[in-house]
């Protein structure tokens, strides 16, 4: 089946499912968890080393790809291979930075919302996890993220959704996770999301004209993420989508209520539900072909 079929049968069930039901209040915006842990990444700090890549590979079992004479290849993408990598960008004015890439770990995660059978959860800590259980490989996990996070194993016949999980296995034991410990310029860090939030901002206190607008990438955007950035460079150019203060489920729910509230008739519902399907498929089919340029890979979709 055609992924554009696959995906007008996806928008003509939400349609349906919307107006089967009824909504009774305003949608509010989901408060970080008391116990929110994170990362804190200092992409100013961050000088491409990778150490974080291959302590990552090490402690999660991932065998990093290989090209055709059985060489390690620094990873130019997340795949399905790895959970964290380092991308170099460059800018027409000579700037350029690296930047650690994992999953940002959302307050609101979109990832959460749009999985049909749980199988990705908030768990402890505000950490997004995948339970296999329950996973029926449908994807729409990978659609649905604003950051084009999770990653499908079509090389398996057991096929997992691969995603950081910010080591939680290593947290119960009382460790740090493995990108944080081998990081040789504390250009990333882990504690408490409030505790970095307050690292974040006495770092661009104590540097004024340094970090991009004086401002933390994470702390409201797409409903706010327990992945925190601060850069020297904009944050779109080191790959970091421009989000408003709304999380992807936030707005979804607005839209619903707007149709449950106006007693539109069952056409226009699916008219605005698939018109927020179809912005979201077109942004993650976008984001594709620009990992396929960059990699000469076929892109998951």
């Not at 055609?2 to 349609?15: N, V, Y």
């Not at 996990?141 to 090389?155: G, S």
């Not at 690292?199 to 661009?204: E, F, H, M, Q, Y």
Request: charge should be positive.
């Amino acid at each position: 089946m055609e992924r554009r079929s696959l995906f007008r049968i996806f928008a003509a069930g939400a349609g349906a499912a919307a107006c089967a039901s009824r909504a009774t209040a305003s949608p509010a915006a989901v408060a970080p968890r008391p116990d929110a842990e994170g990362l804190l990444v200092d992409v100013s700090l961050c000088i491409g080393c990778r150490a974080c890549v291959v302590a990552c590979s090490n402690a999660n079992s991932l065998t990093p790809p290989r090209d055709a004479e059985g060489l390690h290849l620094a990873p130019p993408s997340l795949s399905a291979k790895t959970k964290n990598i380092v991308k170099l960008y460059q800018g027409p004015d000579g700037q350029y930075a690296f930047v650690k890439q994992q999953c940002m770990q959302c307050v609101d995660p979109a990832c959460v919302a749009g999985c049909p059978m749980s199988a990705l959860l908030k768990g402890d800590r505000g950490i997004v996890r995948w339970n296999g259980d329950t996973c029926i490989g449908c994807r729409y996990c990978q659609i649905a993220c604003p950051f084009n996070i999770p990653k499908f194993e079509w090389d398996q016949v057991n096929p997992e959704i691969v995603k950081c999980e910010l080591c939680r296995t290593r947290l119960d034991e009382g460790k740090k996770p493995a990108c944080v410990t081998v990081c040789p310029r504390a250009a990333v860090l882990h504690g408490k999301r409030e505790e970095l939030l307050a690292t974040a901002r006495k770092r661009i206190a104590e540097h004024p004209g340094k970090y991009f607008e004086n401002r933390i990438y994470g702390e409201t955007e797409g409903g706010g993420t327990q992945t925190l950035y601060i850069s020297h460079v904009p944050f779109q150019a080191i790959g970091l989508p421009a989000l408003t203060k709304e999380s992807l489920p936030q707005k979804v729910a607005k839209v619903q209520e707007t149709i449950y509230q106006g007693f539109l008739t069952p056409v226009i519902a699916y008219g605005a539900i698939a018109a927020v399907m179809k912005k979201r498929w077109t942004h993650h089919e976008e984001e594709i072909r620009k990992e396929e340029e960059e990699t000469g890979m076929r892109g998951q979709l």
